[in-house]
């Protein structure tokens, strides 16, 4: 199985999950702007991993386009500022497909965290506008609330593996 890792992420967090998999998949780890200069067929299994942004899986759209044609395996991985244990995380990560691609595409959630630090001003700005709402909604003793004051990473390698075995029994 010959395979790729793309990937594209801000703050690094999402880098940091492809690089596991490269490592694990003993593969390249590539980000989508330099993958798309690549010949994508030379490979079995195509992994992209983005992070997530309003609830939409950065760059999965333009890719699926690119690789789906190729017809060869496809796992997508998202990588959010949820906890992995966020009941709502299999119906966001769901929206992301087409029933048609639901079915036949397998999809992994890995918790990232915040980064406010390598956060980009508009970023921020959202994040900020984000938090405002959500204490409002729920109060600023609420967990939720608390988590969005501070950077955090809840980044670990173990949360590959359903993914790496996914991929190692195509
Ligand atoms: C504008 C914005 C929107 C976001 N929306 C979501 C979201 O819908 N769900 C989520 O779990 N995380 C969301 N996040 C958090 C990022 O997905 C998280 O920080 C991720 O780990 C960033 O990955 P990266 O370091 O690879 O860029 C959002 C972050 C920003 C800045």
Not at 15 to 28: F, K, P
Not at 32 to 43: E, I, R, T
Request: net charge positive; with cysteine.
């Amino acid at each position: 199985m010959k395979a790729i890792v793309i990937y594209q992420s801000k703050t690094g967090f999402t880098q940091r999950y492809a690089g596991w998999i490269g490592a694990a998949l003993n593969c390249e780890a590539v980000a989508w702007k330099d993958a798309q200069a690549m010949d994508l067929s030379a490979y079995d299994t195509l992994v992209y991993g983005g992070w997530c942004h309003a609830g939409s899986i950065i760059g999965l759209k333009k890719f699926l386009k690119v690789a789906e044609p190729l017809k060869k395996n496809i796992a997508v991985f998202a990588v959010g500022a949820s906890p992995a244990e966020n009941p709502e995380i299999e119906s966001a990560l769901r929206r992301n497909f087409t029933q048609e691609q639901w079915e036949r595409i397998r999809a992994f959630y890995f918790p990232g965290g915040l980064n406010y630090e390598k956060m980009g001003a508009v970023d921020k700005a959202l994040m900020a506008a984000f938090r405002a709402m959500t204490k409002k909604q729920e109060g600023e003793d609420s967990e939720m609330y608390r988590m969005l004051c501070k950077s955090y990473d809840l980044t670990d390698e173990k949360y590959i593996q359903p993914l790496v075995a996914h991929c190692q029994g195509q």
